[in-house]
């Protein structure tokens, strides 16, 4: 499997990388086929596995930490911290009280002395990033995280962490984790760019998009959807767009001789700014497909057919965006 250097950080890590947000009670419950999941990855020449605080309440983190013992100098391990953890809003985003708790508690579960990249889940709007940068640049130095980086953010406010990395003196963010897929293509006119111009490594999520990408006849049936009903209500003119996408992403797939889930893939990672795309499979033959497609290349024709049919720069349906801004989302930040 081919290889990349994550930014500036000197860590070479695959261009297919293993996401465990499905591992767990909100996914597949079963540990020990997990922990058989991310070995197989591993022997396969995966080398970097992500997961979250807050997937299946910290289980994911377990399950990790089970799979990478007498393995752990094999993998570049990620973890993110910040999404809200319980109803208390202490226990969430980028403040250095809260930081100092979270990564004690992700080491604990993930069984290892260190993290080498620790990402803040999503942007703090409460939090000056200056306090989030200082506090995680004093984890840098203490030797428990080896670099940090973000998940989710705005071009504008990557900017501005490196802006207040440069001003204090602080560790700088070396990575972005954004959504990206053949239907979600925002990132493409702000983010990617910014992600480049600062010599940051991106690690892509999401690239079968929920499960429209999968290939299933009916991704409606999957285990995502149902949890998100309303990503497949075809009442929503954006959802039937993005049906209509689909039809004919697959009619191109099957035109460049391979399945849909790896036309996907290769969308992704053939961007020259993705580092690595993230896969979330919850079941041993969805990683077995994912695996086989790791090393899929699409040419320039289907690239650009890939263009005519949703053009760069799109989101198909933007609510498929887990993060607004707050200046978007509270009214009372648009009222005198």
């Known amino acids: 499997m081919k290889r990349g ?3 500036g950080t000197g860590m070479s890590v695959s261009e297919v990388a293993l996401g465990t947000m499905m591992f767990g009670a909100t996914g597949n419950p079963d540990h020990d086929e997990s922990v058989r999941m991310i070995h197989r990855a591993l022997d396969a020449g995966v080398n970097l596995v992500d997961t979250a605080d807050v997937y299946s309440g910290g289980e994911s983190e ?3 930490g089970k799979a990478l013992k007498g393995r752990r100098d094999e993998v570049v391990l990620a973890t993110k911290f910040g999404w809200p953890a319980g109803g208390d809003p202490n226990r969430q985003g980028g403040s250095p009280r809260w930081i100092v ?4 508690d992700s080491l604990r579960r993930l069984g290892t002395d260190h993290i ?6 999503r942007p703090d709007p409460h939090t000056d990033v200056e306090e989030t940068l200082g506090a995680l640049s ?3 130095r203490s030797g428990k995280v080896r670099a940090i980086g973000s998940s989710c953010t705005p071009a504008e406010l990557i900017v501005e962490a490196q802006w207040a990395a440069e001003r204090r003196g602080h560790h700088r963010f070396r990575t972005e984790q954004p959504p990206y897929s053949l239907l979600l293509r925002g990132i493409e006119s702000g983010v990617l760019p910014t992600a480049q111009r600062y010599g940051m490594g991106v690690l892509t999520y999401g690239p079968l998009g929920s499960g429209w990408l999968s290939g299933r006849a009916d991704p409606s049936k999957g285990a995502r959807a149902a949890r998100g009903p309303a990503t497949f209500d075809l009442s929503v003119p954006a959802n039937r767009a993005k049906a209509e996408a689909v039809r004919r992403l697959t009619e191109l797939a099957v035109e460049a ?3 849909l889930s790896h036309l996907a893939t290769a969308f992704v990672r053939a961007h020259p700014a993705v580092t690595s795309v993230l896969i979330g499979p919850r079941r041993p033959e969805h990683l077995d497909d994912l695996l086989r497609g790791a090393e899929a290349e699409l040419t320039d024709d289907v690239l650009d057919r890939i ?3 949703v053009p760069p720069g799109t989101n198909i349906n933007p609510d498929d965006i887990y993060y607004t801004p707050p200046a978007l989302a509270d009214k009372r930040l648009r009222r005198a």
């Open 307 to 309: 263009d005519e049919i």
């Open 101 to 104: 708790r979270a990564v004690e």
């Open 138 to 140: 004093e984890l840098v």
């Open 62 to 64: 377990e399950i990790v």
């Open 116 to 121: 080498d990249l620790y990402q803040l889940h």
């Open 5 to 7: 250097i994550l930014g």
């Open 257 to 259: 001789g391979m399945p």
